[in-house]
């Protein structure tokens, strides 16, 4: 994990109670300024974050690292503005702790952030399959209109002649409803509409 801390004496605290209850920590910096970098070399399981006074400027850097390397994200702080908090969820922060960091606190901290970043990660995953599905969906129904329309078939035709030239060239039914549209719409027969 990465450990970033502005105090230097509670940076060397959290770091000696981290590595007692058997966590490896990778560096310890003092600024969020060079995060990004950190994270792409030191690939953490885990990023905790504890500032006197973060502001902006780390929000900004943690968005950057987050969209680039997303991880689990634990940040401790005393502010409890709700808006700061709120645009730290936005930046890529998974556990939001309200309270000044200490090598007690710090491994529920960890756990909670992990099995939310865990959480939100198998959301994505399901989200992105169901966008895939709906996309494709979307392409075999313009292709079956296609091969309706130029070969005069009906739509149980057009949908076996797609699963068919999809088992023939073993690949999905819409990267072959894409061959079929790109071609079709390249080549429109005279006197078609598209």
């Not at 076996?160 to 819409?174: E, I």
Request: overall charge negative; aromatic content about 4%.
């Amino acid at each position: 994990m990465i450990l970033v801390d502005d105090d230097r004496s509670r940076a060397t605290s959290v770091e000696s109670k981290l590595r007692d209850v058997g966590f490896d920590v990778l560096s310890v910096i003092p600024t969020a300024s060079g995060l990004l970098y950190q994270m792409a070399q030191q690939e953490p399981d885990v990023v905790i974050i504890a500032l006197d006074s973060p502001d902006r400027d780390v929000l900004e850097s943690l968005s950057i690292a987050s969209s680039h390397n997303p991880r689990p994200v634990v940040m401790f702080s005393e502010s409890g503005d709700q808006g700061f908090i709120t645009d730290a969820i936005r930046a890529g922060v998974t556990a939001y702790q309200a309270q000044d960091i200490s090598a007690e606190r710090v491994r529920a901290a960890i756990d909670i952030a992990v099995a939310q970043f865990s959480a939100f990660n198998n959301l994505r995953e399901e989200l992105d399959e169901t966008r895939r599905q709906l996309e494709e969906r979307k392409l075999v129904e313009k292709a079956k209109g296609l091969l309706m329309s130029v070969h005069k078939v009906d739509e149980e035709e057009a949908f076996s002649t797609l699963r068919k030239l999809a088992m023939d060239k073993n690949r999905t039914l819409g990267e072959v409803a894409k061959e079929v549209i790109d071609i079709l719409e390249r080549n429109p027969i005279k006197g078609q509409s598209r």
